[in-house]
C-alpha cells in the first residue's frame, strides 16, 4: 500500500509552479525594466547626445543670413 505521509510527483509540481508563477510574474517585469533603464542611462551619459542637446536649439534658433526670409514681402502689390 502507499504511504499517506509520501507526496506524489503531481504535488511537487503544483509546488513548483506555485513558486515559479510569482517569479515570472513580478520579477522577470522588474528585470527588464531595469534593464531597459541602464540602457537608457547609459545612452543619456552619452558626450555626443550632451553636445547636441546643448548646440542643437543654438543652432535651430540662429539660422545662417545667407537664407531668404520667407515672411518678407517684396513691396510689390498682387
Do not use: Q
Not at 499517506?4 to 517585469?29: F, K, N, Q
Not at 547636441?52 to 543670413?65: C, E, F, Y
Amino acid at each position: 500500500m502507499s504511504d499517506p505521509t509520501r507526496r506524489s510527483m503531481r504535488e511537487y509540481l503544483g509546488i513548483g509552479a506555485l513558486v515559479t508563477l510569482p517569479v515570472l510574474c513580478c520579477a522577470a517585469p522588474a528585470l527588464l525594466a531595469a534593464g531597459a533603464l541602464g540602457a537608457l542611462g547609459s545612452w543619456l551619459v552619452n558626450p555626443w547626445l550632451i553636445g547636441t542637446a546643448v548646440l542643437g536649439p543654438h543652432l535651430i534658433r540662429h539660422p545662417t543670413s545667407d537664407l531668404p526670409d520667407p515672411t518678407a514681402t517684396s513691396g510689390a502689390l498682387t
